[in-house]
């Protein structure tokens, strides 16, 4: 920017603004752009000749257009300040704030008298992502420049031809970075974890979010924005206390820690291991697991290997591998047991197997007193200081797991009806629904109505729909509702016009489905999706407490909805996370209704969901005699769909939450109290924080779509901005399904 002119994201509303001449031209997106997990792609298209004002100043994020509003520049207007040799041109720097940027970037181009759109930059690849391409080589003009940032000696370089190089202010070739919005594993490359300033702490992050200041303000501890993730491989980092005020520990932090721990101490601790420098001691499950050896200081570095698929856990301070069991195995020797993945002898003792096997695990620092304490950490994006094992890997996304799924949208699908005109509307699936029975729900959510749904295997004419049980209609017969013809889903005269329509469909198994007899006394009808692990299943009941059905998944379903057929039916939820009786068996939620989670027998005879079947009391809510029944099953799926709990703080820097990809749909339900079931979706309006919500329940108090500002949808998560439901102090269950997958380097929003 030259001057106070350029663009900008904004400090007190992290929005985009860009400027013109000072304050005469200002134009502003209602985006607001704080996800620190993600690159994005920024194109700002400056062409004053365009006759259309609106096309004067344009800003694309990720390949699409953003809407502004402000006052652009009349046509034909010569920029006094932009690219003129007068004028020093800054990057990273606001002339009229004295602000600089925050962040990173991977390179910066300007082209001088070439409009170009985000195409000549980038393109959305097979699974939905979008990626970088080689930029044009020509076009610069005489004042454009192109900086790559490849040389860390002249990290200022013009590479374009021109020469027009920029002189470094505070930056050494340290602080350039393997960091990349594209996944290279072989050569190192890809986007690395930092430290999370999305976890609602009132710690200080600098230099790339690398630096954490922690202090004892709110929480004790700080974690980074991706985890170690259960069983996929052996990952080495390393963690540098600068300043230690009183004490700091190192930890390995599990990813459904509570936001309401504010300290891993006592009975907490069964949520992280912590190597603690002032007495030496390793602690995890309430419990001294060790005493070690050696503690350490500031300025020293602890390298830290987690061993995921078999279970292993071992540090080292200044290159200087320690025997976890406080014994006197030389260095060599315990790097020796690390590069051999059966021994665990001199591994970190309890700490071991299923512990780290069956959670995922944010590497972390605590600080367990007063004052500040400054740490950093390296994941490989810079040289580390000590050698990494030959058989670990960095943590970054070229190395997270490989999916079942790499592209959600053949799996789940969500579209939008824009405005209906009360004779039909058509939504194109991405597979064909004559040939996949399809779980189809919708709703108008400019007006009062409610949720419907449906699906392929009662037939598509054949509808329900979410109203409270004592106004629910039952199954209904209607082809003005939901119409089929393969990949085409004809929204008919049911709906009214001027609604706007949200829609999503879900793959599950081949048409017809199969006959399953793994239950006791009930034969279901299942369609099974194996790869998405989500499916349908139709039953009649028997009204005999401890039988079963079959729902064919093959795995444990996290989130099974029973649907009654008949009128005044309900709509049950057994969710694996929602532990009010114990576990998911002992409870369950209502998806018509706004109560609490109960500790009800009378759905699920006490008995949780396992591999192969769901077990009924006798209750006309899952088991009538002789009444029917659709179930709908899904298990959470790496990168695909999730389910979770979590505990609201009652802040409107709410709690984060983890999932591994982009959501498209989030469902959300408070288990402690009376709420509203919350659903959001990456459709309405589609931008942070403007993402509408929709209640499920057809008893909420407001059925319209609700536009307050109450939710980030990030790459890897969600991040509440509301102090109220669904954030108070309360436990929540929910269920999300991906855009897109936080693995394939996903973009901010």
């Known amino acids: 920017s030259p001057d106070e002119d350029g663009i900008a994201i904004t400090q007190d509303d992290d929005k985009l603004a860009f400027r013109i001449e000072g304050s005469t031209y200002v134009m502003t997106a209602a985006n607001q752009f704080r996800d620190p997990s993600a690159w994005w792609h920024l194109v700002l298209r400056i062409d004053s000749t365009q006759s259309d004002a609106a096309n004067r100043i344009r800003i694309y994020i990720n390949g699409s257009q953003l809407t502004l509003t402000g006052t652009p520049p009349a046509q034909n207007y010569d920029y006094t300040r932009w690219l003129v040799a007068s004028k020093v041109q800054r990057i990273g720097w606001n002339g009229n704030t004295q602000k600089y940027y925050s962040g990173l970037m991977a390179e910066f181009a300007m082209y001088d008298g070439t409009s170009l759109g985000p195409d000549s930059f980038g393109e959305t690849n097979d699974n939905g992502i979008w990626v970088p391409i080689e930029i044009p080589s020509s076009g610069f003009g005489n004042n454009g420049f192109y900086l790559t940032f490849s040389d860390s000696s002249a990290l200022g370089a013009d590479t374009s031809g021109n020469s027009n190089n920029f002189t470094v202010n505070n930056l050494v070739a340290a602080n350039q970075v393997e960091d990349s919005p594209t996944n290279d594993a072989d050569n190192d490359v890809g986007n690395y974890p930092t430290w999370n300033p999305l976890f609602p702490a009132s710690h200080t992050y600098t230099n790339g979010n690398l630096i954490a200041s922690i202090n004892r303000t709110s929480h004790t501890h700080a974690m980074t924005t991706i985890p170690v993730v259960g069983g996929s491989g052996i990952f080495y980092w390393e963690t540098k206390p600068t300043t230690i005020a009183g004490a700091t520990d190192v930890s390995i932090i599990r990813s459904d820690i509570p936001v309401s721990v504010t300290e891993i101490s006592g009975s907490n601790e069964v949520y992280g291991l912590r190597y603690q420098n002032s007495n030496k001691q390793i602690r995890f499950n309430n419990a001294i697991v060790v005493t070690a050896t050696n503690g350490f200081s500031a300025g020293d570095v602890i390298g830290t290997l987690l061993d995921s698929t078999n279970g292993r856990l071992y540090f080292s301070i200044n290159n200087s591998w320690q025997d976890g069991t406080a014994g006197t195995a030389s260095s060599a020797t315990v790097l020796t047991q690390i590069q051999d993945t059966t021994d665990t002898s001199y591994a970190i003792p309890t700490f071991v197997g299923t512990v780290i096997t069956g959670n995922d695990w944010f590497p972390g620092a605590d600080n367990p007193h007063s004052g500040t304490d400054v740490v ?70 400019n007006t009062t109505d409610i949720w419907y749904f449906a699906d392929g295997l009662r037939g598509y004419n054949k509808f329900s729909n979410l109203n409270s049980s004592g106004s629910n209609a039952g199954e209904q017969t209607n082809a003005n509702m939901f119409a089929v013809s393969g990949t085409t889903l004809t929204l008919g005269s049911y709906w009214s016009s001027g609604d706007i329509v949200y829609v999503a469909m879900w793959k599950m198994g081949a048409a017809g489905g199969s006959s399953n007899t793994d239950g006791t006394n009930i034969t279901s009808t299942v369609a099974v999706n194996s790869t998405a692990k989500q499916g349908i299943g139709l039953y009649t009941g028997t009204g005999n407490s401890g039988d079963s059905m079959g729902h064919g998944l093959g795995v444990i379903p996290d989130y099974w909805w029973a649907a009654g057929r008949y009128a005044n039916a309900s709509n049950p939820v057994q969710h694996s996370k929602c532990l009010v009786g114990g ?167």
């Open 583 to 749: 576990s998911g068996g002992d409870n369950a939620l209502l998806m018509e209704e706004t109560d609490a989670a109960n500790d009800h027998p009378a759905y699920w005879n006490d008995v949780d969901a396992t591999t192969s079947t769901v077990t009924f009391q006798a209750n006309n809510a899952t088991n009538g005699s002789s009444k029917t029944y659709a179930g709908y099953a899904f298990s959470d799926v790496e990168g695909y769909c999730k389910t979770f709990a979590y505990e609201g703080n009652g802040n409107a820097d709410g709690s984060f939450v983890y999932l591994g990809f982009k959501p498209a749909m989030i469902w959300l339900k408070s288990a402690d109290s009376t709420s509203d079931w919350h659903c959001y979706n990456s459709l309405r309006l589609g931008y942070n924080a403007d993402n509408n919500r929709s209640n499920l329940n057809g008893n909420a108090s407001t059925k319209t779509e609700i536009t307050a500002d109450e939710i980030d949808i990030l790459s890897n998560g969600f991040k509440l901005r509301i102090a109220t439901d669904p954030n108070v102090a309360e436990t929540y269950v929910g269920i999300a399904w991906a855009e897109t997958p936080f693995a394939s380097n996903n973009r901010a929003r």
């Open 376 to 445: 950093e950490i390296n994941f490989g994006q810079k040289a580390f200081a000590g050698t990494m094992p030959s058989n670990a890997k960095r943590l970054m996304t070229a190395n997270l797991p490989d999916l079942a799924i790499t592209k959600p949208s053949d799996h789940f699908q969500n579209a939008l009806v824009n405005t209906h005109d009360g004779s039909s509307a058509t939504v194109t699936c991405n597979w064909d629904m004559d040939a996949f029975e399809t779980l189809v729900m919708a709703k108008a959510v």
